[in-house]
């Protein structure tokens, strides 16, 4: 039997167990091997109290047995309504796997326990940063399309920077935790970033998202440095291989973050007001010396769509997904601006 800590989900439904295990360590959630185990007897006797840090067990295979073993957490997925030991920590097995996530990182942050190093195996991460001088001119629809077409084939988080965010009301699914979770543990338990971001995100249509700050006076208040930290640890505990960035103004530092991104993305329009607006962004640029920024920023101009798709989850089968797609084959790869 293996020596090393680990966590254990004991469930006779195979594939539900399967699906948790799938789940907790596509993102990382935990930085703990997970076995599995269909049978609480099997379990008891081979797994020792030392070696488990969590157990993870339905109802219906929290036996007399696996209480009375002396394990130090254990976690019950509820299957009926019966009332359990208020000592015992459980959740409903049926609720969304992100919330039961969500309180397995909280039990193993309880006690502070010292997590193993994680060690990242994708190569750096690359950053694509949205900022356009021009009010609504589709930037988040345009930044979450792109990121589920990337994440066809990539794993990608993508962090909402708006003044008002609205974002929560895109989403059928709502995570329990937001940036500003990561932001605070981030800057007092770094080591806790890890095990908090799964808490943190949703899956839209294969695209992971972070609830942003509640509004412009709390980002106003992060200063760039605590963001550039933030996605630095992100690149160092998690396996993403993009970080979409959609900003506003209200970002503080907003040159700095801008300059750490990859490729900037600039929707451009053809009226008078809104070509304006982007020569007096430009104009800025050179006044502060950062060429670079317009060097490295993509221009878009896209056609008035007579309809967009209303859920988010459906974004990469639109018009619009179909405008990216071309574009990102070579059509109108770069324009000037």
């Given at each position: 039997?293996n ?32 076995c ?5 007897a ?40 019966r ?48 900022h ?41 699914n ?21 095990p ?13 998202v ?13 200063k ?32 700095q ?38 060097a ?8 008035i ?14 018009a ?18």
């Open positions: 039997m020596e090393n800590p680990m966590i254990v989900i004991c469930d006779d439904e195979r594939t539900y167990a399967c699906h948790l295990l799938d789940y907790l360590e596509s993102r990382r959630a935990v930085d703990y091997p997970i599995i185990y269909t049978d609480s099997q379990l008891v006797e081979d797994v020792s109290p030392k070696k488990a840090v969590l157990i993870v067990i339905a109802e219906s295979e929290y036996t007399e047995a696996v209480a009375g073993r002396g394990y130090a957490k254990v976690l019950v997925l509820n299957e009926t309504d009332m359990m030991d208020p000592s015992v920590a459980n959740i409903s097995k049926y609720q969304e796997t992100g919330h039961i996530a969500a309180v397995i990182q909280e039990l193993l942050a309880e006690d502070g326990a010292e997590a193993p190093q994680t060690i990242r195996h994708s190569g750096p991460m690359k950053i694509l940063g949205f356009t001088p021009v009010s609504r001119c589709l930037q988040t629809t345009f930044a979450l399309t792109l990121g589920e077409l990337l994440a066809e084939q990539h794993r990608v988080l993508y962090m909402n920077f708006e003044n008002w965010p609205e974002l929560d009301s895109r989403l059928e709502v995570p329990q935790g937001s940036v500003a979770d990561l932001l605070y543990y981030n800057d007092c338990a770094k080591d806790k970033v890890s908090h971001l799964a808490g943190s995100i949703t899956s839209v249509g294969g695209l992971d972070i609830l942003p700050l509640e509004d412009f006076m709390e980002l106003q208040g992060v760039a440095e605590a963001w550039l930290s933030l996605f630095q640890t992100i690149e160092q505990v998690s396996e993403y291989e993009y970080l979409l960035l959609d900003l506003s103004e209200s970002v503080q530092g907003l040159l973050i801008l300059e750490t991104c990859d490729e900037i993305f600039t929707i451009r329009r053809g009226d008078n007001l809104s070509l304006s607006r982007l020569d007096g962004y430009l104009n800025f640029l050179k006044a502060h010396h950062e060429e670079e920024l317009a490295k920023t993509r221009y878009w101009e896209f056609p769509f007579p309809e967009l798709p209303a859920r988010v989850e459906d974004y990469r089968q639109g619009l997904a179909d405008e990216i797609r071309d574009r990102l084959s070579g059509r109108e790869d770069r324009a000037d601006a």
